[in-house]
């Protein structure tokens, strides 16, 4: 009986989080669409979430390149296919590592830092405090980070698939002796449209999801500093799930026969 | 008081799971004047003010503004009722992400749109109101200390002219000369804009200052209220305990023994 009773609390407990979540989503959506847009405040967030996380997606794209690279070349020498490596490391960074990896390393950036942000608002009564102002926490708060978070996921990696096909064509022209011209022939003749179109739209799902967390989390954080801290880890925790989760959904709908 | 109450508390409940926390409240503000609500911690003082200010939705009961029902207000109109309110939180509840004037004259750029200059001319106005000059305006609040802070807290609860404001433990962890300031700015601040005000404090000597009428909450009740000069002749067990700073009497502390 005990055991029962463990396990429907848990399940019950599993549904009135996504039943909140699901209610914290439709409400931060509808502020991200209806007017007023405070631009100055999704500029900043944009600085925030796009400018200062170029460095740490640059290099994260950088080397997952030129792993990728010598892991292809050295795996595909088993059946003599080593040719094929331009063309696995541009599918491999556009589709799947680019957008998955842009997307754990900026919920580990800025996830965290939203959280703990809006977290430090709530429990010093900084949100209460714009409600005394006349000003929806939603508008001013979620819906720049929202807004900011899926548009400029995409751009970083845009940016980052750029990096990490460079840092490929490093490796496979300075140590595993590729032609420079073949090596981008070979990258480019085979990639297609749908490759980067793919991994753009999971970044902007990416984005969507790490400021949602980091909103969320903290938005509803609870009990000082603990609190805040809880919420941080849950921001990151929960994002870098779900970005897995959706990595899987997002594929399924773009490339299953 | 022989208009209608500028602000009406009837009947209000609120829980927290098992623990009650107001049990019926009723107590009535009139237009223009000064009440300050008195009591030990944890007795729902501060719930009391959320639930005025709509930050915590009360389980049942009435509280009305200028004889408008808030209870289910829509935001808009929320939003709207509250252009007209300033309140002044315990730990001044600056944003840290902005200035000392972006944060006075936040209420006037967001809720009422007007140009930043103007706002900033405001806002330095206001400031010099609660005695700061206008280089402080340019500071972050993290620059400033705690007697500070709540100055800041009061220009930017009297930026708009609001014709009610709250205060919620002006006085809470300031030293008792800066507590006494920030008691007297409040009397001129209210004065000047002929607000009606309602204060929460367990500060004797702020009460005192700053009350026309007093209440004291006990226990999610009202048990007593009157005029300020009343509060020491009272017979009322509870009220004269806390009053005088008893450890003997009705009100036991909940103190588990070492």
């Known amino acids: 009986m005990n055991f029962v009773t463990a396990v429907g609390r848990v399940v019950l407990g599993f ?25 100055r405040l999704v500029a900043r967030q944009m600085m925030s979430i796009g400018y200062y996380s170029l460095p740490v997606v640059g290099l994260t794209a950088l080397f997952t390149g030129m792993v990728l690279a010598l892991q292809i070349h050295s795996g595909s020498s088993r059946f003599n296919a080593e040719g094929a490596v331009a063309t696995i490391v541009v599918i491999g960074i556009t589709r799947e590592l680019g957008p998955v990896l842009a997307g754990l390393m900026v919920a580990g950036r800025v996830g965290a830092a939203m959280a703990a942000e809006i977290g430090t608002m709530r429990v010093t009564e900084q949100i209460d405090a714009l409600t005394t102002l006349s000003t929806n926490p939603f508008k001013y708060l979620i819906a720049p980070r929202l807004l900011a978070g899926a548009t400029m996921l995409p751009l970083l990696v845009f940016v980052g698939d750029i990096i990490g096909v460079f840092g490929g064509y490093l490796i496979g022209t300075t140590k595993l002796g590729f032609n420079s011209s073949t090596y981008l022939k070979n990258t480019f003749d085979f990639l297609q449209t749908v490759d980067v179109v793919s991994g753009l739209v999971k970044a902007c799902a990416f984005g969507f999801i790490v400021s949602l967390m980091g909103c969320y989390h903290g938005y509803n954080s609870r009990g000082g500093a603990q609190g805040v ?3 941080t880890t849950s921001a990151v925790v929960s994002a870098s799930v779900l970005i897995l989760a959706f990595d899987y959904v997002i594929t399924e709908l773009f490339f299953a026969k | 008081m022989s208009e209608s109450p500028k602000i009406s508390l009837r009947d209000v409940h609120k829980s927290f799971g098992d623990k009650v926390v107001l049990d019926g409240i009723d107590l009535d503000i009139g237009d223009g004047e000064s009440v300050v609500v008195i009591g030990g911690s944890g007795t729902g003082k501060s719930v009391m003010l959320k639930c005025i200010l709509g930050l915590i939705a009360p389980e049942r009961g009435s509280v009305k503004v200028e004889g408008v029902e808030t209870m289910g207000m829509a935001t ?11 309140m002044l939180f315990q730990g001044s509840a600056l944003f840290d992400s902005l200035t000392v004037w972006e944060n006075v004259a936040f209420g006037l750029i967001q809720a009422q749109h007007l140009p930043r200059p103007q706002a900033k001319e405001i806002a330095v106005a206001k400031l010099a109101q609660v005695g700061l000059g206008a280089e402080v305006g340019e500071l972050n609040p993290a620059a400033l200390s705690g007697g500070m802070q709540k100055r800041v807290a009061l220009a930017r609860a009297i930026a708009t002219d609001p014709e ?3 205060f919620d433990e002006p006085t809470t962890g300031l030293d008792p000369i800066m507590g006494d300031v920030i008691n007297d700015l409040i009397i001129k601040c209210v004065r000047e804009l002929g607000a009606t005000a309602l204060s929460i404090t367990h500060d004797m000597a702020s009460a005192r200052k700053i009350a026309d009428r007093v209440a004291m909450i006990h226990k999610g009740h009202i048990i007593w209220q009157g005029h300020v000069a009343e509060i020491d002749e ?4 509870h009220v004269h305990q806390f009053v005088n700073g008893l450890a003997e009497g009705p009100i036991q502390m909940e103190v588990l023994a070492p």
């Open chain 2, 164 to 166: 009610i404001i709250f």
């Open chain 1, 15 to 39: 549904f009135a989080a996504t039943g909140r979540l699901s209610l914290f989503t439709a409400h931060a959506v509808r502020h991200c669409v209806q007017p007023p847009i405070y631009p």
């Open chain 2, 234 to 237: 009272t017979t009322n067990a």
């Open chain 1, 229 to 231: 801290g809880r919420a």
């Open chain 2, 76 to 86: 808009s109109e929320r939003e709207k009722m509250m252009r007209r309110i300033g």
